[in-house]
């Protein structure tokens, strides 16, 4: 999903809301039409990295960026509870984001400035 102009990304997050209700939906009609197969939808769902947005605004960009994952945060604990979610938030390095510790920034992937890291 693409948004050309996507400012602080009300409309690729309404738009990953709809994905992922019908992703559900999909995944529960495959299930009552084969309930004996045990389909592993993980790794083919929809999550932010599909939805791309461009934006002139860096500030906008990554508050769009960050209603994404929160959205997304927000369907997964409100459809599995507790659980962690299957991809964790990743830094720089590949390694997952639990806390900031105060000190360390990483350059914006759309302006290259350094910005603290928010995990």
């Given at each position: 999903m693409l948004d050309p102009?996507?400012?602080?990304?009300?409309?690729?997050?309404?738009?990953?809301?709809?994905m992922k209700r019908l992703e559900g939906a999909v995944l529960n009609l495959?299930?009552?039409?084969?309930?004996?197969?045990?389909?592993?939808?993980?790794?083919?769902?929809?999550?932010?990295?599909?939805?791309?947005?461009?934006e002139v605004n860096p500030r906008a960009a990554r508050i769009a960026e960050?209603?994404?994952?929160?959205?997304?945060l927000q369907w997964h604990y409100r459809t599995h509870g507790q659980v962690n979610p299957p991809e964790p938030l990743l830094d720089?390095?590949?390694?997952?984001?639990?806390?900031?510790?105060?000190?360390?920034?990483?350059?914006?992937?759309i302006t290259g400035e350094r910005y603290r890291l928010t995990g």
């Open positions: 102009a996507c400012g602080s990304g009300n409309f690729l997050y309404v738009a990953l809301e709809h495959l299930r009552d039409l084969s309930p004996q197969s045990q389909m592993d939808s993980e790794g083919f769902t929809v999550d932010p990295h599909q939805f791309l947005g461009l960050i209603v994404l994952w929160i959205g997304y720089g390095q590949g390694q997952p984001v639990t806390v900031w510790d105060g000190r360390s920034v990483k350059p914006s992937p």
